[in-house]
């Protein structure tokens, strides 16, 4: 009697959601999604085009400045050409303070759900759309900034 009641009462009961029970979620969405994201390699990228402008500038006046930017460009272009990262792997290698402060925001986002294991966690937010939508808005702002 006793063990029946047990079994009911912890079968409904929440799981804690663990840190990388939600990192891997995270990265499951972001991966039925073939999201990838430019990596650090862009800012060095803006940061040649913006160099040869400036130069083309200080060269040709304001025609060196377009001469520069498209030149410089295509500098930049080619310096970021394949750096694209899938997020679940950018997702692995956060540090432990980002990985906590994602966790934070995707459990607010979680709140009511119940589940017995990850996988099930899982189940749930890929069959709720809606969940799904806010999940990864949360990844793309999490990431842009």
Do not use: C
């Amino acid at each position: 009697m006793w063990a029946a009641v047990f079994q009911t009462q912890t079968r409904f009961n929440k799981m804690p959601i663990m840190v990388d029970d939600v990192m891997r979620l995270l990265g499951s969405i972001a991966e039925e999604r073939k999201m990838k994201a430019a990596v650090k390699h862009s800012g060095k990228g803006a940061l040649i085009t913006g160099a040869v402008a400036f130069i083309g500038g200080l060269v040709g006046g304001p025609p060196g400045i377009a001469a520069g930017g498209a030149v410089g460009g295509l500098l930049g272009a080619s310096t970021t050409n394949g750096q694209r990262k899938p997020i679940p792997q950018m997702i692995t290698e956060l540090p432990p303070d980002k990985k906590q402060k994602l966790y934070n925001e995707a459990t607010a986002i979680l709140g009511d759900l119940e589940w017995m294991d990850p996988k099930e966690l899982t189940k749930q937010v890929m069959d709720n759309e809606t969940m799904k939508q806010q999940l990864l808005a949360l990844l793309e702002k999490f990431l842009e900034g």
